[in-house]
């Protein structure tokens, strides 16, 4: 989802939850991020409630879990060029299962918002099944899900670490840079937009 479907910035994050509680984006990136509590937000090893609960415990401040999940989560921007790219193969036919490390706070911002993964037939999603890429589980899980042998999926993803995990379990993997490059790789799989 992230830099493929949707673009990012983790900084902006930091910014603007530190907005909330009077620290520096940089306090809040050793917070969250250094510290690994995002990645266990993701994983789905902590829940809303209780991300909420640590954040004002350790922030020292009284914060609304909605404006928490906006300040974590109002970071995206669509990838425009993606949407007739996903329209076309659905027309096609061809299965549409999106493949994400995600918090509920963003993957429900982004559903609400941009209306584009509502293009997809399934979703595995980190914090559902508690483990993020390039974890075996999430790998797994998507195998379950795609409804066809691994070497008949492709699979894309913007972390050259993930493509290579996903090779590992048999899917047909390439590295996501533009939308233009996508179109190249599927062109060489027989299917051209």
Not at 61 to 70: F, I, T
Not at 88 to 111: P, Q
Not at 152 to 158: A, L, M, Q, R, W
């Amino acid at each position: 989802m992230g830099n493929v479907l949707v673009h990012f910035s983790h900084e902006q994050m930091c910014e603007q939850i530190g907005s909330l509680c009077g620290q520096s984006g940089l306090e809040i990136r050793q917070l969250l991020i250094h510290s690994g509590r995002q990645w266990d937000f993701e994983r789905g090893l902590v829940s809303p409630d209780e991300f909420h609960d640590w954040f004002e415990t350790t922030t020292g401040s009284r914060v609304a879990m909605k404006d928490l999940a906006v300040a974590a989560s109002d970071i995206f921007t669509l990838n425009t060029p993606i949407v007739p790219v996903l329209d076309e193969l659905k027309s096609r036919g061809h299965r549409l299962v999106l493949l994400s490390n995600t918090s509920i706070f963003h993957y429900e911002f982004i559903r609400d918002r941009f209306q584009v993964l509502n293009r997809f037939d399934d979703y595995v999603l980190s914090f559902e099944v508690q483990a993020i890429k390039p974890e075996p589980e999430i790998y797994q899980a998507a195998l379950a899900k795609i409804g066809c042998p691994p070497s008949e999926c492709f699979y894309t993803d913007d972390i050259p670490q993930y493509i290579k995990s996903g090779r590992e379990y048999g899917l047909d993997a390439e590295v996501f840079t533009t939308v233009d490059s996508l179109k190249l790789q599927l062109a060489s799989r027989g299917i051209s937009l």
